[in-house]
């Protein structure tokens, strides 16, 4: 290990260098192939599939390859500081863990593996309101990491707070308003392989574990731990029927955040703004932060990048409040080019799903330091010492590469 510990190839790197390897791809497409093979074909397509032809989300991975970084060189090369502090959390890299549900699809200890790998990494995980695991179990998987909850709002008012307390109970420091997933998209690959988890308990762990949603659903009032496991055929059907009738309001409106800012003190961010009107009226609202989102391409098909709405979303709120990414981001380049576009800090959501299908824990943990290592390097080539200093001068447009042409 020793004889690899040098400044110039970093510390992962090095860590690699002299295990002689790793059992983990280092690519995006060495990634997805890992997954692919070490799961059902149904499950990867879950994970992996977008709405209809899924075009929203090529575009928004083809969006970063328009840009490219302008290299800088007799600089300060000492490595960079990547630290932030976003909505007074701080994290040792501007990368979350995006809420991604049913994470049970790809691993057996689901959540809590994101959790631990979160935390050993220092990055905060971003919990969906579809986890497998209830959010309590969740925090104390790891304690000491960071962690937000994705507040998808249930129709039902006491259920909704029933959440959003049990979330702040259990140390979660902020409330991130899912407003990009409030009716299911056309997702072809699902409904070739006619899976639907929900139907079969899968990712309700957050409701099952939950008093209000037992006795709207008509089950017992005393959760096991392991909710979904106890269950019936006749159960998971109650509790699959009475989640898709309540897991979220029909309509939603801006001046709906003074409700919730009744119900809760953590602070508010809003996923899912992609026009420059809508950004303005949710600040206006008192959101805390925004985040640019087109839910990963996975809800509405033939939208335009989510990259390509990030500019307009910060300028349209200047420096009022943080903006966030999420949608397409697979690389620490990817990262250092959303942050020069406006970003304070990006979420990474399948890739961190396909690390844990291929190992774990330890694969989600592979997938973040990698991002760390290579964003913390381009960070330093392009002359910058913390990521707050990017911007557009940091970037040029690219011209097109035709498709024969572009690497694979």
Same mark, same amino acid.
């Given at each position: ?37 070490? &799961? ?9 599939? #977008? ?25 300060? #090369? ?8 976003? &909505? ?33 990494? #220092? ?22 990491? $960071? ?41 072809? $690959? ?28 008509? &089950? ?62 949710? $600040? ?112 040029? &447009? ?11």
């Amino acid at each position: 290990m020793e004889e690899y510990a040098m400044g110039y190839t970093g510390g992962y790197q090095s860590a690699v260098f002299a295990a002689g390897g790793s059992p983990f791809p280092f690519t995006v497409e060495g990634l997805v192939e890992a997954a692919r093979e070490a &799961l059902p074909s149904r499950t990867f397509a879950y994970i992996a599939g #977008g709405a209809g032809r899924e075009r929203t989300v090529a575009a928004n991975e083809e969006a970063f390859a328009r840009w490219g970084l302008t290299y800088r060189i007799l600089r300060d #090369g000492r490595p960079a500081d990547t630290s932030c502090t976003i &909505l007074d959390t701080p994290m040792s890299l501007p990368v979350m863990l995006a809420p991604a549900g049913v994470a049970e699809l790809a691993h057996p200890e689901a959540e809590k593996a994101a959790a631990e790998a979160a935390a050993a990494v #220092g990055v905060v995980q971003v919990l969906s309101s579809a986890s497998s695991t209830p959010l309590e179990e969740v925090a104390r998987a790891a304690p000491e990491g $960071r962690r937000w909850f994705q507040f998808a709002w249930p129709d039902d008012g006491s259920l909704a707070r029933s959440l959003l307390e049990r979330a702040e109970k259990a140390g979660y420091t902020a409330v991130v308003l899912q407003g990009d997933c409030h009716v299911a998209g056309w997702r072809t $690959r699902e409904l070739d392989t006619g899976f639907f988890p929900f139907g079969r308990g899968h990712g309700l762990g957050n409701y099952l574990s939950d008093p209000r949603f037992r006795e709207l659903a008509g &089950l017992s009032q005393e959760p096991s731990p392991e909710p979904a496991r106890a269950l019936g055929p006749a159960e998971v059907r109650a509790a699959a029927v009475a989640w898709n009738r309540y897991y979220t309001r029909p309509a939603l409106a801006p001046g709906d955040l003074e409700l919730l800012r009744s119900w809760t003190d953590l602070p508010l961010a809003v996923k899912g703004v992609c026009r420059a009107d809508e950004a303005v009226r949710l $600040r206006d609202a008192g959101a805390d932060a925004l985040i640019v989102s087109n839910h990963g391409g996975r809800q509405l098909d033939s939208g335009p990048a989510a990259l390509d709405c990030l500019p307009l979303v910060a300028e349209a709120v200047g420096d009022q409040i943080p903006v966030l990414f999420d949608s397409g981001v697979r690389t620490g380049t990817d990262v250092l080019i959303a942050l020069a576009l406006g970003a304070s800090a990006v979420m990474i959501g399948r890739p961190w799903l396909y690390g844990l299908a291929t190992g774990g824990r330890a694969g989600v943990e592979h997938v973040l330091r990698c991002l760390e290592t290579e964003f913390t390097g381009a960070l330093t080539l392009t002359g910058h010492q913390r990521p707050d200093s990017l911007s557009p001068a940091d970037l040029t &447009l690219l011209p097109a590469i035709p498709a024969s042409r572009r690497p694979r």
